[in-house]
């Protein structure tokens, strides 16, 4: 067949790009290899329109012991010999489209991210965004997802230790799923993603292909429209028992010494393993499509190099050592076939039966090769206008304190999300440590050191809507306080940067911004970016979505006995606020969802006041000078003080210390940079010294009682009747629509 710019558009690839490619091959390339460079030149793969600047991210640090994007995840030292290896990634639009499948690859395809590089997974999270919980569509979506984590993390056997979900209605039509999993591994015994040594052989191992996820790559590079629905064989199918076993029979061979280098298949299939792999150190490959292991006959050329069927690894072996490597595999029931070997002259060639169907070099496919990279035009949003005018008098506010509480603890964004983590096993592997002792970030044992990790995933996208710069460094600046909050010091960040259409120059300023003030904030706080994921178009036929930079971070405990908790511990403990109130409700979940105001600047900010008050906390909780540590988040002042109170069934009497900020202000407010402590009596003194020294405002707002919660001296009941509305909210809406029939559940 005559390939022509048309046929390239039809495979999402550009005229420009298709004279490129014509200029690199020296020839027309043929189907087959067109299909190649849509696969790996599409954003999904190239990061063609955000390299330039991820470039820009602060990507280097002491702890570091890979450089960030060198490796399929990143990998940082915990001591004792150990490494924790970390990544997080978006699998959106197959989970808009088939969201069991969608949710259950792609936590699949984060966990063979850390176990390729030889580290065992101990901990998943995720970071959902959803339409709003009262339309059947969300509904739809929300049961989907959920069932599909919970299924293949459950049968996998790695915990869900975490995460965050939001509900608005930006996120109807396009959800937002990002997983992000955690391993173990000792120094020294990583393994690398990279091809090496003229002869050795290159083996397929895992799960046969299939048809399933061809184009999966260039579908995630796409908005969606209502004709995506067609385009569901770009939807992977896993199979949580396969890649349990997959785990196992890698993390085994590993061991025998055979290995010189292996990357699992996930965006682009086996296009994109043999070009990254060769690519990297500068080696070719001979493969024979034909050895590849199916699951359905007559499958061409280009659609085994294009499939995304889960569960599967490409590995380069050491000649001479193949039968450790069969033998490994044979004992874990697995299909292992040699499909080729490696060669020096940098250029892929794949044989159907003896005939070459393809011949490329592998580094003019790949991200930091020969794939393009654009700088795309930036625009000042047209709704900034809108937050610009924002006028705070022109707000009715509301004065009944406890009935805003009342309404806000019942939110889906604020309310107890007991509903979701239910439906997830997370305590298989005996490594999580805060289930029945809550912190702000989850704390899991460091096995087989004694050491801990506290993991969390943080964004609220309407603050990077409202302002990307600043919304983006809060993000961070978050993440690092739930960190510091849970007892550890942060180690690093990945991220997960869900943007529209690049070719939106509105959408690719949030993005630009966002990332400076990401990186900003990332160097404030020493934590390097070891890598992520970028997912554009993120949009509808309504428009893009909040611009949502989901930062995944890890922090440090040296001994488990160091973790910090959320909740209060006494009645007759004090409770102080620790950092300033601002008469400020910009972008809070009480303006935004209570007073249906839309567009309002980000809650206040400043990235020094923050960087000072946790290095406040670290030391207080070092010395062992407060009993819990909360950070005042969505919902403000008030929801924070009842969440610390929930664990335990305490309640609290406290006032408002400041008679110059408005009453909703202080109680709801969403301004930054504020941690609620509770200090018992006998350490009070050495407490309030040691803030004091540190310039941190603080005030001592109330004390722990036994149960009955007082608010500026009005009644507000007993605790046990709001943590049923706060355990409840969602589970009781979900379940009134299931009765109604409106809940599709899977």
Request: charged share 20%; net charge negative.
């Amino acid at each position: 067949m005559e390939i022509t710019a048309s046929t390239a558009a039809q495979l999402r690839i550009t005229e420009e790009e298709f004279e490129l490619i014509k200029i690199k091959l020296g020839r027309t390339p043929n189907f087959t290899e067109l299909c190649a460079f849509s696969g790996m030149w599409s954003e999904h793969c190239s990061y063609k329109n955000s390299i330039k600047w991820l470039k820009k991210l602060p990507r280097e640090g002491k702890k570091m012991l890979v450089k960030a994007g060198e490796e399929n995840a990143g990998l940082m030292d915990i001591g004792d010999g150990y490494g924790v290896v970390f990544k997080i990634e978006s699998h959106n639009h197959p989970s808009a489209i088939e969201p069991f499948q969608g949710a259950a690859t792609g936590v699949g395809g984060i966990n063979r991210d850390i176990f390729t590089m030889g580290a065992r997974p101990i901990a998943s999270l995720n970071s959902l965004r959803f339409g709003k919980l009262s339309e059947a569509k969300t509904q739809h979506l929300l049961s989907g997802v959920v069932h599909g984590i919970g299924h293949y993390g459950n049968c996998f056997g790695v915990p869900t230790v975490g995460g965050e979900i939001y509900f608005e209605s930006c996120y109807h039509t396009n959800p937002l799923v990002n997983a992000m999993s955690v391993g173990i591994v000792k120094n020294g015994e990583t393994v690398s993603a990279t091809a090496e040594g003229k002869g050795n052989p290159v083996f397929f191992v895992g799960s046969a292909t299939g048809k399933d996820g061809i184009g999966g790559a260039s579908f995630a590079s796409a908005e969606i429209t209502k004709d995506s629905a067609e385009e569901l064989p770009a939807v992977q199918v896993g199979d949580p028992f396969q890649e349990k076993k997959l785990l196992e029979a890698c993390l085994e061979v590993i061991k025998t010494g055979a290995v010189v280098g292996m990357q699992d298949m996930g965006a682009a299939g086996i296009i994109c393993s043999t070009s990254e792999m060769s690519a990297k150190s500068g080696a070719g490959m001979i493969v024979h499509l034909d050895k590849v292991p199916t699951r359905q006959k007559g499958m061409k050329a280009w659609e085994l190099l294009l499939s995304e069927s889960q569960e599967r690894m490409l590995m380069v072996v050491e000649k001479g050592k193949e039968n450790l490597v069969l033998n490994v595999f044979e004992k874990w029931d697995l299909p292992c076939s040699q499909i080729g070997e490696v060669t020096e002259d940098g250029i892929l060639q794949f044989y159907m039966k003896g005939s070459l169907e393809a011949e490329l070099p592998a580094n003019e496919l790949v991200l930091g090769g020969g794939a393009p990279q654009y700088d795309r035009e930036v625009k000042r949003p047209g709704y900034f206008d809108k937050i610009a005018a924002f006028n705070i008098a022109s707000v009715q506010r509301r004065s009944d304190i406890k009935a805003i509480a009342e309404e806000l603890i019942a939110l889906p964004n604020i309310a107890s999300k007991k509903w979701v983590y239910e439906q997830y096993d997370s305590m298989v592997g005996t490594g999580l440590v805060s289930t029945n002792a809550p912190s702000d970030a989850a704390v899991v044992i460091a096995k087989p050191t004694q050491k801990a990790l506290a993991l969390t995933t943080d964004c609220n996208s309407r603050y990077v809507f409202a302002d990307p710069y600043t919304g983006a460094m809060i993000a961070v600046a978050e993440a690092a306080r739930n960190i510091v909050c849970s007892g550890a010091e942060p180690l690093g960040v990945t991220n997960c940067l869900n943007f529209g259409n690049p070719y939106d120059p509105e959408v690719y300023f949030q993005f630009t911004q966002a990332i400076t003030g990401m990186g900003d904030a990332c160097r404030k706080f020493d934590t390097p970016v070891t890598g992520g994921n970028v997912s554009f178009y993120n949009q509808s036929p309504d428009g893009p979505v909040y611009p949502t930079p989901t930062i995944g971070m890890v922090g440090l405990l040296n001994r488990v006995t160091d973790k910090m908790t959320l909740n209060f511990k006494a009645a007759g403990d004090r409770i102080y606020l620790l950092g300033i109130s601002r008469n400020d409700i910009h972008s809070s979940e009480y303006l935004h969802k209570l007073l249906q105001v839309e567009h309002s600047p980000c809650p206040y900010f400043n990235l020094d006041e923050e960087y000072n008050l946790q290095q406040l906390i670290r030391q207080l909780i070092q010395k062992k000078l407060i009993a819990s540590a909360h950070d005042v988040s969505e919902g403000g002042l008030a929801i924070t003080l009842l969440e610390s109170a929930f664990t335990l069934s305490l309640g609290f009497d406290v006032r408002q210390d400041d008679d110059g900020i408005a009453k909703d202000a202080y109680w709801f407010g969403e301004a930054q940079s504020r941690i609620v402590v509770s200090v018992k009596e006998n350490m009070l003194n050495e407490f309030e010294e040691i803030v004091k020294l540190s310039g941190i405002h603080f005030s001592n707002i109330g004390t722990v009682s036994p149960g009955e919660i007082v608010v500026d001296g009005e009644a507000w009941g007993n605790i046990g009747k709001w943590k049923d509305l706060y355990d409840n909210a969602i589970g009781s809406f979900l379940q009134n629509l299931e009765g109604e029939g409106a809940l599709n559940m899977i």
